[in-house]
């Protein structure tokens, strides 16, 4: 089979996804240069280490603002609203942080969503809470987009991919680390 092949059979099988097929070509495009845009992100910002404690560590190591504001900020705001305040706020946030393991005191899904639940309630969140708040969204995003747990309708996710591969290119752009 040729590439052209396979890529045609692979769209034809991934407008099973419900929403998938109502996409628009840059849509699609956005939704698979942010799964490879983490793979770049993971290898220079996190050390080939992408998880909760190595994205605290960057929010908390970072002078983001030093580079700019914009693309983090807006993030925030987009997501702070999304799983927290509006009307369907409580059933995002929930499948956002949709957990596969039947053991929650050991589940990562879990303690993940109690931190950002814990970011959430901050009344003035500090630059780095912000950084962390708005990562660890993103990294929920990369798990339930690669591992199958993407509960809401893939359409309804446009917004979410778009401010998450722009937080992403700024810390790769701007070589937000880890370590110093």
């Not at 705001?77 to 957990?99: N, P, V």
């Not at 990562?135 to 929920?140: G, P």
Request: glycine letters at 6%; a negative charge; one cysteine or more.
């Amino acid at each position: 089979m040729e590439i052209r092949g396979l890529i045609d059979e692979t769209e034809r099988l991934l407008c099973e996804i419900e929403g998938y097929g109502t996409l628009s070509p840059d849509e699609k495009e956005l939704i698979r240069f942010f799964a490879v845009a983490w793979s770049l992100f993971e290898e220079r910002c996190l050390e080939r280490n992408g998880g909760m404690a190595t994205i605290s560590c960057l929010a908390e190591r970072s002078d983001w603002r030093a580079h700019g504001e914009e693309p983090v900020c807006r993030a925030f705001g987009y997501f702070y609203h999304r799983y927290f305040i509006d009307d369907e706020h409580e059933t995002r946030f929930h499948s956002l942080c949709f957990g596969r393991n039947n053991d929650p005191e050991n589940d990562p899904a879990q303690k993940l969503r109690k931190r950002l639940a814990s970011l959430s309630k901050e009344e003035s969140p500090t630059d780095p809470q912000i950084l962390e708040f708005v990562l660890l969204v993103i990294y929920r995003l990369r798990n339930n987009l690669l591992h199958g747990n993407k509960n809401d309708n893939i359409s309804g996710q446009t917004d979410n991919f778009f401010h998450a591969l722009s937080v992403i290119n700024f810390c790769v752009e701007h070589n937000l680390r880890t370590s110093p």
